[in-house]
């Protein structure tokens, strides 16, 4: 009988130590949206998912596939995903404010948490087109992206502000590829590196060449007059790396990084950019788009005034602990 009370007690014992030690360490499940899986970004994702997973912080995430920055604002609004990445600040901005392409829609729970790169919304045709500016694209079969992407949406307020008629044809990454290839449509637009192409279309250049077409300024002007957030750049000629014949043109240009809301609590979310920043070699081998771009600091500096969001509480407590500068207009209210 005292055999058996011991035996019992030592199992008690045991189930207490086992409860006890798994309790204080329980996991944190987060599903993180990205973009299409036939993106060169996705690689940007998976990597991005890989180093927190890795990180001694018990936080496991799941990339999910998305369509990119509309689809994945909606989807962290409505707590399908937990944070997400491919999202450009103005389109975050214009959720937290309800306007534009979130008209009755705003939500200020929305937070910035890292930068991943400065890019331009690229117009590709073919080489031998003749088309060389937005308005030779008028009455023209042309893909403007996926839909849920923020470049996608802009490409087709552009067209109706300028009154160009494009006729889109909005679909996947890869539909859109397949029917560049067979000419079924005059061209397409998608978001890469300043200096490159996307990795998707590296390929279709070696085997059907292409050219960039850019905005005029009198476009440019018009398009800012009504939205003034809009930021368009100037490249010079020869400045894309697989097209060196390729002369000087106006693009639209966005700061794309990850946002998740206030909903994440403020540990998860520093743990996130703690791993994203303590990984960046990891990242940038898998995705070079982020060479040479500060995650948290060039935020601060590439967001212009009017087209942010507050910062996660999270991201202004790794700027504390590692004496980086909040400017004010980014303090989330959670942190004050």
């Not at 450009?88 to 309800?98: E, R, T």
């Not at 009504?226 to 100037?234: D, E, G, I, L, M």
Request: aromatic fraction near 10%.
């Amino acid at each position: 009988m005292k055999k058996r009370l011991l035996t019992g007690l030592v199992m008690v014992i045991v189930l207490v130590f086992l409860v006890g030690f798994n309790s204080g360490f329980a996991k944190t499940y987060l599903n993180m949206g990205s973009t299409s899986s036939t993106s060169g970004l996705y690689s940007w994702a998976v990597a991005t998912a890989s180093v927190v997973n890795k990180a001694d912080n018990d936080i496991i995430v799941t990339v999910v596939e998305s369509g990119a920055s509309h689809d994945n604002l909606r989807r962290v609004k409505d707590g399908a995903f937990d944070f997400a990445l491919c999202v450009d600040s103005p389109s975050a901005m214009q959720l937290f404010k309800g306007i534009d392409n979130f008209e009755g829609e705003g939500w200020d729970k929305v937070r910035w948490l890292f930068l991943r790169n400065v890019i331009v919304d690229r117009l590709h045709v073919r080489a031998d087109s003749g088309i060389t500016t937005f308005g030779d694209l008028a009455g023209k079969k042309f893909n403007p992206g996926f839909p849920g992407a923020s470049s996608t949406a802009n490409f087709m307020k552009f067209d109706e502000i300028l009154g160009t008629g494009i006729k889109m044809v909005p679909s996947s990454l890869g539909d859109a590829i397949t029917a560049f290839k067979q000419n079924k449509i005059v061209g397409m637009q998608k978001s890469c590196s300043m200096n490159s192409l996307d990795s998707s279309l590296i390929e279709v250049n070696l085997r059907t060449p292409l050219a960039i077409v850019g905005y005029s300024e009198e476009d440019v002007k018009k398009i800012r007059e009504k939205y003034p957030y809009v930021v368009f750049h100037t490249s010079p000629a020869g400045s894309i790396i697989q097209l060196p014949d390729q002369g000087e043109v106006t693009e639209e240009v966005q700061v794309v990084g990850a946002i998740a809301s206030s909903n994440l609590s403020e540990e998860v979310g520093y743990e996130i950019i703690k791993a994203y920043v303590e990984g960046f070699d990891t990242i940038q081998a898998a995705y070079s788009g982020v060479k040479g771009w500060d995650p948290v600091g060039d935020c601060f500096m590439m967001i212009a005034e009017g087209s942010e969001i507050p910062i996660h509480a999270g991201l202004y407590k790794y700027c504390v602990e590692n004496g980086i500068d909040v400017p004010e207009r980014f303090i989330p209210p959670e942190s004050k």
